[in-house]
């Protein structure tokens, strides 16, 4: 069965530190995969999207994220955070075999130290 | 441009009656999704609707949840008899190629 895997339920990093977010799917092929974030009392924002080509992948706001097949992952990752980046993080895999529906990771809550 | 909404955005009812969730997605987008948000399961799939094809019904949780796309465009999600475990967001998104844009949800609280 498919599934996502963010083995992170919560991560504190000080504002201006490096972040990495960790993501591993079980998928039988190659998957879309998706990074969304959501804000308290707000819907999922996409971030960026995997779905052939490059393994580094950009996205808004900053993130790239990299694509393992080797490793089943989909890690994101930013440079610097900032207060602002202070969310909620899911990491999704579709299947457009099945329609389109997403499975989503448990979610990683991101807080930012000043 | 404008995003996927939804309606209302906080409900709260009492357990045993029925309430209906509005999604308005995106002009032009074909396909529609409904998705839960709960604490104790996280964001789980529950019907997915394209074009003029049967719905795909199979995240549905039991009989008392239903849903309906009426003319492409506006879905509606009704939950009938409703249970304190129905408590949860109510999240629609639509699709453009292989990318889904999602609302803000529906906040749903059964007393």
């Known amino acids: 069965a498919q599934s996502v895997t963010q083995p992170d339920i919560h991560i504190t990093v000080s504002e201006g530190a490096s972040l990495e977010l960790r993501c591993n799917y079980s998928y039988g092929a190659t998957p879309y995969l998706f990074w969304y974030v959501q804000s308290p009392g707000q819907g999922l924002q996409l971030l960026l999207k995997y779905f052939s080509g490059d393994t580094l992948v950009q996205g808004i706001k900053g993130f790239e994220a990299e694509f393992k097949r080797s490793q089943s992952s989909f890690n994101l990752r930013k440079p610097s955070v900032h207060w602002s980046d202070a969310a909620e993080y899911f990491c999704a895999v579709g299947n457009y075999n099945q329609g389109g529906k997403l499975i989503f990771g448990q979610g990683t809550e991101l807080s930012v130290k000043p | 441009g404008a995003g996927v909404s939804q309606s209302p955005s906080n409900k709260v009812t009492e357990k045993g009656k029925d309430v209906e969730l509005r999604c308005d997605p995106i002009s032009g987008h074909t396909a529609l999704y409904w998705y839960r948000q709960s604490l104790g399961q996280g964001l789980e799939f529950l019907i997915y609707?394209?074009?003029?094809?049967?719905?795909?019904k199979s995240g549905l949780p039991s009989d008392r949840f239903s849903a309906e796309r009426t003319g492409g465009s506006v879905s509606t999600l009704t939950i009938q008899r409703t249970q304190q475990e129905d408590s949860a967001v109510y999240l629609c998104a639509s699709r453009y190629f292989e990318t889904q844009y999602f609302g803000p949800g529906t906040r749903l609280l059964v007393l």
């Open positions: 609707f394209q074009g003029n094809s049967a719905p795909d």
